[in-house]
């Protein structure tokens, strides 16, 4: 089965412009979350949804940050406009809520802002 | 708030050592979750374990094996004879609702394995 896919792998990018990464999670799972790692700050979560709902964006670092989550099988993380300080990797991962079990990560993407 | 402490920011043994990685949480839930994972050179972070608040008792999968008392708000996980592909850094995490929530993460242990 596939698990949890994330693209752009890499993406190298100027400050100012628009990044849009995107994360498909695995059938069947009804909750999908962004989280983000840097050395500094570690891994820390963005937002998640349930049911394609988004639940807690509390961690979403600024208005610049936006994630949708159109249906069941896709999501999208948007900046505009980046910032070097936006560098990092970002991952997604899905899980079936009602069991209270594990979340499956996606590979990441990382992100370099010029 | 929930909060997770690892404070071994690096350990480094030799090869077919023991090594305890510890893990400290914070929560004022008393339904919770905890999870080890492991993210290896290659950036993936792949699952070991979770636990939830209920079940104290420690679990044993191969080499690993993992030590949870809500006594002193701990889940620690030991490696026995440790191996080179044990490399990694790792994290535990806590959820109060299992792969529902969010999950809050520590710092990790970036664990080395000397040949």
């Known amino acids: 089965d596939a698990g949890v896919i994330q693209s752009p792998r890499h993406e190298v990018t100027e400050m100012g412009q628009e990044v849009t990464l995107r994360c498909k999670p695995i059938?069947?799972?009804?909750?999908l979350f962004w989280y983000r790692q840097t050395m500094m700050r570690g891994l820390e979560l963005l937002i998640y949804f349930n049911n394609n709902v988004p639940i807690d964006d509390s961690g979403m670092p600024e208005d610049r940050f936006s994630a949708k989550m159109p249906n069941a099988s896709f999501s999208t993380l948007k900046i505009q406009p980046s910032e070097p300080r936006d560098s990092a990797v970002y991952f997604c991962a899905s899980s079936l809520a009602e069991l209270y079990n594990e979340q499956f990560f996606g590979p990441g993407t990382r992100l370099t802002v010029l | 708030a929930q909060k997770v402490t690892q404070a071994q920011t690096e350990i480094s043994v030799v090869e077919k050592e023991d090594v305890t990685l510890d893990c400290v949480y914070e929560t004022r839930d008393t339904t919770y979750y905890l999870f080890w994972y492991k993210q290896p050179p290659s950036g993936e972070l792949v699952f070991l374990i979770r636990?939830?608040?209920?079940?104290?008792q420690n679990e044993i999968s191969g080499r690993y094996s993992w030590n949870f008392q809500k006594s002193t708000s701990s889940f620690n996980f030991t490696i026995t004879a440790s191996q080179v592909v044990d490399s990694a850094v790792y994290f535990c995490?806590?959820?109060?609702?299992?792969?529902?929530?969010?999950?809050?993460f520590g710092k990790g242990t970036h664990l080395i394995i000397q040949p």
């Open positions: 995490a806590l959820s109060s609702g299992g792969g529902a929530d969010g999950l809050t």
């Open positions: 636990r939830n608040s209920f079940d104290e």
């Open positions: 059938s069947g799972h009804n909750s």
